[in-house]
């Protein structure tokens, strides 16, 4: 990451903030707030500012991915086809929150609009594994399947 920084140019102009952010996503996988103060440095523009702007897209995360990257389709062809509670008893599982990394590292949580599979939802992925249709019961199989 530092060699990263030293690279970036002394200028940077509003207009580029947010394709600076999400080529630093891009290659390390959430914003650094250290990234931020260098922004904020080379732009002029307060760090709470970047911060506010960076916060108010969903795309980015502040914490790296866990081991397991889970992502859920809130999208309303899996919502309408969901069981009541099935993103809580994952969140409970996983014992994180959306946009989070649970503090041994293993698991991280990412809400998306929808997944592109509306016809077999409710969908999840993990590491970019597809599961469809997923129940309650299922979520409690599919985890404890997961080589931790
Ligand atoms: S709404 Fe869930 S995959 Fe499209």
Same mark, same amino acid.
């Given at each position: 990451?530092? /060699?990263?920084?030293?690279?970036?140019?002394?200028?940077?102009?509003?207009?580029?903030?947010?394709?600076?952010?999400?080529?630093?996503?891009?290659?390390?996988?959430?914003?650094?707030?250290?990234?931020?103060?260098?922004?904020?440095?080379?732009?002029?523009?307060?760090?709470?500012?970047?911060?506010? #702007?960076?916060?108010?897209?969903?795309?980015?995360?502040? +914490?790296? /991915?866990? /081991?397991?990257?889970?992502?859920? =389709?809130?999208?309303?062809?899996?919502?309408?086809?969901?069981? #009541?509670?099935?993103?809580?008893?994952?969140?409970?599982?996983? +014992? %994180?929150?959306? +946009?989070?990394?649970?503090?041994?590292?293993?698991?991280?949580?990412?809400?998306?609009? =929808?997944?592109?599979?509306?016809?077999?939802?409710?969908?999840?992925?993990?590491?970019?594994?597809?599961? %469809? +249709?997923?129940?309650?019961?299922?979520?409690?199989?599919?985890?404890?399947?997961?080589?931790?």
């Amino acid at each position: 990451m530092e /060699k990263y920084l030293s690279k970036l140019p002394d200028k940077v102009y509003k207009h580029e903030l947010l394709s600076y952010l999400q080529e630093f996503q891009d290659k390390f996988g959430y914003i650094d707030l250290a990234f931020i103060e260098v922004l904020s440095k080379n732009s002029g523009i307060p760090s709470g500012k970047i911060f506010g #702007i960076t916060s108010f897209y969903n795309q980015f995360r502040f +914490k790296p /991915k866990g /081991k397991f990257h889970i992502q859920v =389709c809130e999208g309303s062809a899996c919502h309408v086809n969901s069981e #009541i509670g099935l993103i809580e008893e994952i969140k409970k599982l996983i +014992k %994180t929150d959306e +946009k989070e990394t649970s503090n041994d590292g293993l698991f991280s949580l990412e809400i998306i609009p =929808c997944m592109g599979a509306c016809s077999q939802g409710p969908v999840i992925s993990i590491n970019g594994k597809f599961y %469809t +249709k997923v129940s309650i019961e299922d979520i409690k199989i599919i985890f404890s399947d997961l080589n931790l």
